[in-house]
């Protein structure tokens, strides 16, 4: 048993030393001249404008059963014109960077987790390295910066998107105007609603990119490693974001709420 622990504890610290070096040397390259800046535009291709019709979808649902399942209670309080300032400031706060921030870990973690992966398998990678080619500059690097670039922006179209979702659900019974929904959802929120709700984005992005750099680009068991990659990229994303959030809200709670 205590061999065990022992060796779970090793593993754990090996596994930490090496996501610093990692780390490390994404820092080292970003810092250098070189570039890539047609890999990182098309990478930020990638991962926003295909990834833009996932976001717009779930962005619209969120809203939309957001609305569906708070009108009913507010309604019995006799607060059904408080519907709109709720939606945006559950959205714009905390739903809707969380939840978009688990949709594209999902989808672009697992993405780069494969991709590198597959790359790593068939030693394209290595080939980089023997033609001089810099992986980690062109491999790592844009990637991690278009999803460090992209997520805010993902999130900020989808937040928007739950809005009109918001006012598609309030007039399934009630006949709210554009204008009027949209004026109460405005003026409910506020410059400290926004601002925390982007930065952290700016985290998560990292995360994403930099977990899903990280599992692709050190997967070496065979063929296997790929789904492998991809599946770790997935989980430990998601559970990064959750972690984020949670010391993102704290900070948030005693710096701009207070």
Request: glycine share 8%; aromatic share 4%.
């Given at each position: 048993m205590e061999q065990t622990i022992k060796s779970g504890v090793y593993k754990l610290l090996e596994k930490v030393g090496?996501?610093?070096n990692f780390f490390l040397s994404f820092v080292r390259h970003l810092l250098r001249k070189g570039f890539e800046w047609n890999e990182f535009l098309r990478q930020c291709f990638i991962i926003g404008y295909k990834s833009f019709p996932l976001i717009a979808v779930t962005g619209f649902i969120l809203g939309f059963v957001l609305t569906l399942q708070s009108l009913p209670t507010l309604k019995d309080f006799g607060a059904a014109s408080y519907v709109?300032?709720?939606?945006?400031?559950?959205?714009?706060r905390e739903i809707g960077p969380v939840i978009i921030a688990l949709i594209s870990a999902g989808k672009i973690a697992s993405s780069i987790?494969?991709?590198?992966g597959s790359m790593k398998v068939t030693e394209q990678i290595s080939a980089m390295e023997v033609?001089?080619?810099?992986p980690i500059q062109?491999?790592?690097v844009t990637r991690i910066l278009a999803c460090t670039f992209m997520i805010p922006l993902l999130t900020l179209m989808a937040d928007a998107i739950s809005l009109f979702g918001g006012f598609v659900g309030s007039n399934l019974d009630n006949k709210v105007s554009l204008h009027l929904y949209f004026n109460k959802a405005f003026n409910a929120l506020a410059f400290s609603d926004l601002f925390p709700g982007v930065i952290k984005t700016v985290f998560f992005g990292f995360a994403i990119g930099f977990i899903g750099c990280y599992h692709g680009y050190h997967s070496n068991r065979g063929t296997e490693s790929v789904g492998h990659a991809a599946n770790s990229a997935v989980v430990s994303a998601s559970l990064w974001i959750i972690i984020l959030d949670g010391i993102a809200v704290q900070l948030t709670n005693i710096f701009a709420y207070n």
């Open positions: 090496d996501q610093v709109p300032g709720m939606v945006s400031v559950s959205v714009v987790g494969a991709e590198l033609s001089s080619a810099d062109y491999l790592v």
